[in-house]
């Protein structure tokens, strides 16, 4: 008899995130398969995506976050495609589950894997390891704003992008970013605004960044401007354990930390809602490259990194840890998809991460 079932919502989407999806599955489905019967995961999938749109004019069902709302855990792959706008299909979906059901803290490990080259030449001698904490509920991607406030017309239009930030919202994400560096080896925060430029939300978030400090005189603190940090990323990444930033910024440098780790296609990421009032979502990073997509291509790595961070959430830390490892050891064997130098197809790594749990 199996103790525990966790219920996942697979939401896979467009373009490679049905190809990702369906190995971070496998993967998972090898696990439990292995475990004696100490914890199942029951999967039902969900069909949301850009071609759900074609067909219904929606992204998703009416009722769809009713659905979502009484599972363990979303398992997302990526949401756009040619076919629709993209702020259509991002809003629709992706953005909608993430606002709806309070994700408010998006975790985004940068990790350097064994046998993948990173472009920065340092990363062969250097142990580099840091966590992107994205603030994921307000900032630039509040969705305030209007178009066409003038009433001028085309050719005159005025938009306006309002970012929001509030007191609470700024303190719940760097208190969190804290608490995450205490438990890691170096315990440092570095925080990071353009508060010189966009004098308003960013002092208040620079504000309440000091203000949080002083309740954490046991790590390291540094403020830091999101330019120079794009520069520090390629120049002093070594310097770096967890990096808090809002909304639009940590979007930004996680794509960044990522290629510097070596592909989009390795970044895991988790939206978590950390009261646990709503079920939390893990997702690569990358979108649905439909560049490759439906060619057997797509680094799946991203995507079984995030399975292991939705171990994690269900308090499974030593399985995380055994897929973890289990991801090392087949990139250290050769085994890579082309984004990473490789000619191995995602059916590939697939096979030989679960050979290695
Ligand atoms: P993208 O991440 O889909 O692709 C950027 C580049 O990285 C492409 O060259 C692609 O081939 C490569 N890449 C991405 N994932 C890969 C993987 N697993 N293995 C190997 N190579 C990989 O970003 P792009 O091109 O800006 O956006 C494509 C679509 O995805 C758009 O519709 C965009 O809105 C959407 N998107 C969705 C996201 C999400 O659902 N979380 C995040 C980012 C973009
Ligand atoms: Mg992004």
């Not at 019967?37 to 067909?55: H, Q, V």
């Not at 066409?148 to 992008?161: F, I």
């Not at 990323?233 to 440098?253: C, G, H, T, W």
């Not at 082309?338 to 790594?349: E, I, L, Q, R, Y």
Request: charged share 20%.
């Amino acid at each position: 008899p199996t103790t525990r079932t966790f219920k996942i919502a697979a939401v896979p989407a467009d373009g490679v995130g049905t190809e990702v999806v369906a190995a971070g599955r496998a993967v998972l489905d090898a696990l439990a398969a292995g475990s004696g019967g100490a914890f199942a995961f029951d999967w039902t999938e969900f069909p949301w995506g850009c071609g759900y749109y074609e067909r219904t004019g929606r992204m998703m069902d009416e009722d769809g976050l009713e659905a979502l709302r009484e599972f363990d855990a979303i398992y997302f792959g990526a949401v756009g495609w040619p076919s629709v706008p993209d702020h259509t299909s991002l809003w629709g979906l992706r953005l909608k589950i993430c606002q709806n059901f309070d994700q408010w803290a998006n975790i985004r490990p940068v990790h350097f894997h064994p046998g993948i080259t990173s472009p920065l030449r340092k990363a062969d001698h250097t142990p580099l390891d840091w966590v992107v904490v994205r603030e994921n509920s307000e900032g630039e991607y509040a969705g305030l704003g209007g178009r066409n406030l003038s009433g001028r017309g085309p050719g005159n239009e005025v938009a306006l992008q309002t970012a929001l930030f509030t007191e609470r919202g700024c303190e719940r994400i760097i208190r969190f970013a804290f608490d995450l560096a205490r438990t890691r080896p170096r315990k440092k925060v570095s925080s990071v605004t353009k508060s010189n430029a966009q004098q308003y939300g960013m002092v208040l978030w620079d504000e309440t960044f000091v203000r949080v400090a002083a309740d954490y005189p046991d790590v390291e603190t540094e403020s830091v401007l999101v330019d120079a940090m794009s520069a520090k990323f390629v120049l002093k990444p070594e310097d770096l354990s967890v990096v808090v930033a809002s909304n639009l910024n940590a979007d930004i440098l996680s794509d960044l930390g990522s290629a510097l780790a070596g592909s989009l296609g390795l970044a895991a990421s988790a939206n978590l809602n950390p009261e646990r009032r709503f079920p939390s979502m893990f997702e690569p990073v990358h979108g649905s490259a439909p560049d490759i997509a439906g060619r057997g291509l797509a680094n799946p790595i991203g995507a079984i990194g995030s399975a292991a961070l939705m171990l994690d959430h269900f308090g499974l830390p030593d399985e995380a840890v055994r897929v973890n490892k289990a991801i090392e050891a087949t990139t250290a064997s050769g085994v890579l998809t082309p984004d990473v130098g490789g000619t191995a197809k995602t059916s590939d790594v697939v096979a030989s991460v679960i050979d290695h749990l």
